[in-house]
């Protein structure tokens, strides 16, 4: 099995240099924000140590920025294998993280399956297969980010859970490096390494953390002492991320202007809609069929008068944050670049009524999710996502697909037991969204108007 995998592995490889090329052969100037990082980062390769561009970070100067370690990289590759330092070998420094997201995401996999990993080249078939995601495997070909913040986080996960904390916390330092919210996934790693001591019955250990399905509103943990000692390499993580906010007056780097953190609540549900129409298939079908998850979202929903009447008093408070919280982005507004440009103007602007119509649909789709992520986990080990979600999204005025990579990762990672036949539809799905996405940012690029892209 193993040697088939790492013919898998290879051929991943080998398409993700191919579709590298492509992109160098056809986006031969640098697009969107490259043109922000890619001068940057030719200054660093010509040891122009001195030279930092205002509209990437705020004060002039600061050298430990959300994308330093990218540049690093790229200047490594300058340095040791005497690359030419150009827009071809920067973009290749993303797309390495890219071919190294599966092995990552195969012990991550893994862990919330409770199964060895294979060897170290020879990653699973599911994680070659979640590796394509659409987001990820398209910014894992522009000089962005995007992959290599989302590599970071999941090995600072990977080493916690293998009880690696110091390892973890310098990680943890890393993924910061590359974006400053990252800092809410080194307590989601410390939180999910944690979290499975919490898995026993009353009575047979102090420690009780109740399966998520069955568990009652007087369910928590009672010896939460006993797990802060691991706690203290993440606490030195937090401290430097507040020295830093403290420093910088405040955690928005670069052009503030235009990312003031605001209280966006919709965000929550564009991110649980988007999460659904993305990963349907890892939704529906697991070892029940999708008859079963259909079925308990709509008892869940209305299976009784009290689960109505809960359902009514969340659809009110939904419509209340729709209504006072819904924020219409200058960049959404006038960025016809991107797909949600066009999402927001012909579905959202269509009718002063048309968001409210959505709200069965997010209750529907995040009850979806529970269900699926909850059948295999305690109360606790389902409900630390969705909490420290909330402080990655809510404050992010702007909708972008982008911003959902990393929690959906982590979200799609808990779900364990997807179908063979499902994790083959799945790649399939993935598939056809890539190559469509990709065919438009190619080759349908508008005069006057240029490449439209996530």
């Known amino acids: 099995m193993s040697s088939n995998t790492r013919v898998l592995y290879l051929v991943y490889c080998g398409v993700a240099v191919a579709v590298l090329k492509e992109f160098n052969a056809v986006v031969t100037e640098p697009y969107m924000d490259e043109p922000f990082h890619v001068p940057q980062a030719l200054a660093y390769c010509e040891g122009e140590w001195s030279t930092w561009d205002p509209k ?3 004060p002039p100067g600061l050298h430990v920025v959300h994308n330093f370690l990218l540049y690093m990289l790229s200047v490594l590759l300058h340095w040791v294998f005497m690359f030419k330092c150009n827009l071809n070998l920067l973009r290749l420094t993303t797309t390495l ?3 190294a997201l599966p092995l990552v995401l195969t012990r991550l996999l893994g862990f919330h399956q409770r199964r060895r990993s294979p060897p170290t080249l020879a990653p699973s078939i599911e994680a070659l297969i979640l590796s394509t995601f659409p987001i990820a495997w398209f910014f894992g070909f522009l000089y962005y980010t995007e992959v290599p913040s989302l590599v970071s986080v999941l090995c600072t996960v990977v080493a916690a859970t293998q009880n690696k904390h110091w390892l973890a916390g310098l990680l943890g330092i890393v993924s910061c490096l590359f974006r400053q919210n990252n800092v809410i996934w080194v307590l989601y790693a ?4 944690q979290l499975m001591r919490l898995r026993f019955k009353p009575g047979q250990a102090e420690l009780h953390d109740p399966p998520a399905l069955g568990a009652g509103p007087g369910d928590a943990p009672k010896a939460l002492p006993e797990l802060l000692p691991a706690f203290i390499p993440y606490a030195v993580v937090l ?5 830093f906010v403290i420093w910088n007056d405040g955690i928005v780097l670069g052009d503030k202007s235009n990312h003031i953190p605001s209280f966006h609540v919709p965000q929550l549900y564009y991110f649980i809609a988007f999460a659904t129409m993305i990963g349907w298939p890892a939704v529906l079908y697991g070892e029940s069929g999708p008859l079963k998850v ?3 979202v709509i008892l869940r929903m209305f299976g009784n008068k009290r689960r109505t009447l809960l359902t009514v008093i969340i659809s009110i408070f939904m419509w209340i944050t729709i209504q006072r919280f819904t924020i219409h982005h200058p960049f959404l507004l006038s960025d016809n670049r991107h797909f949600t440009f066009y999402i927001w103007r012909r579905v959202f602007m269509l009718h002063a009524v048309v968001p409210y119509l959505f709200i069965p649909g997010y209750q529907a789709c995040a009850w979806a999710w529970w269900i699926r ?4 986990q305690s109360l606790l080990q389902t409900l630390v996502l969705p909490v420290l979600i909330l402080p990655t999204l809510l404050p992010t005025p702007l909708l972008e697909p982008r911003y959902f990579l990393v929690p959906y990762i982590l979200l799609r990672a808990q779900v364990v037991d997807v179908q063979p036949y499902g994790i083959f539809v799945e790649g399939i799905w993935y598939m056809v969204i890539n190559v469509a996405t ?5 080759y349908k690029e508008r005069a006057g108007v240029g490449r439209f892209m996530w």
């Open 373 to 376: 992520v909850a059948r295999d």
């Open 438 to 442: 990709m065919y438009v940012f190619l």
């Open 190 to 193: 410390y939180a999910a390494s």
């Open 56 to 58: 990437i970070t705020t």
């Open 97 to 99: 993280t890219l071919l």
């Open 294 to 296: 259909a079925t308990e």
């Open 239 to 243: 401290a430097l991320f507040g020295g």
